[in-house]
């Protein structure tokens, strides 16, 4: 691991009800680890719901309402899973605005599982190649993106997962996209 060398890097989780527990909980330990502040944004506020498949499990305190949250405030995002979560967050506008300028920033973003369907639904995946779970690639293929069945592919600001049982390669790989661009970043500024 790359031990302390996101220091100061703030990353903002989307999420809301329903998603896939380990692929939040898994991603924020690893970027606790490495020095990563995380911010849990999501369009309700208190508490959401976590699921582990399709049983419910514990609940996590929202840490900011997504219509107060400015991609400008942060340097990468995480997206995880769970079909009930992304299917949600896909459809909230101010999440496909928020991930739509943060890729125009070219902030890194990392995303897992169902994750991608709020990057289908923002139109940002024509010309992209990423993973998820298998049950959602038609819908990056005929989004204009290319699917590929890998634990974890990087283009260019983005790595992707495709499920719980890739959170290994997915954490390595997030931690490395996300030290490199805040790099190349601190070195432009």
């Not at 997504?66 to 999440?95: H, I, W, Y």
């Not at 709020?118 to 690639?137: D, E, F, M, N, P």
């Not at 699917?147 to 049982?165: A, T």
Request: aromatic share 6%; proline share 4%.
């Amino acid at each position: 691991m790359i031990g302390k060398k996101l220091k100061r890097l703030r990353v903002a989780i989307l999420a809301t009800d329903n998603f896939e527990e380990a692929e939040l909980f898994e991603p924020r330990k690893a970027l606790a680890r490495a020095g990563a502040l995380t911010v849990l944004v999501s369009p309700r506020t208190g508490k959401i719901q976590a699921m582990k498949h399709d049983r419910k499990t514990k609940k996590v305190r929202v840490d900011q309402a997504l219509a107060q949250a400015r991609p400008t405030d942060f340097d990468a995002v995480l997206l995880p899973g769970g079909a009930l979560n992304a299917d949600s967050l896909r459809m909230e506008e101010k999440a496909q605005e928020f991930v739509r300028d943060a890729d125009r920033a070219g902030k890194p973003i990392a995303v897992i599982c169902h994750g991608p369907w709020l990057l289908v639904s923002a139109g940002l995946v024509q010309g992209r190649k990423l993973t998820s779970y298998h049950t959602i690639q038609d819908d990056i293929r005929n989004a204009g993106g290319t699917w590929e069945n890998r634990e974890v592919v990087r283009d260019r600001n983005w790595v992707s997962s495709r499920q719980p049982d890739d959170l290994p390669a997915f954490n390595r790989e997030m931690i490395h996209l996300f030290y490199e661009l805040n790099e190349d970043n601190q070195k432009a500024a």
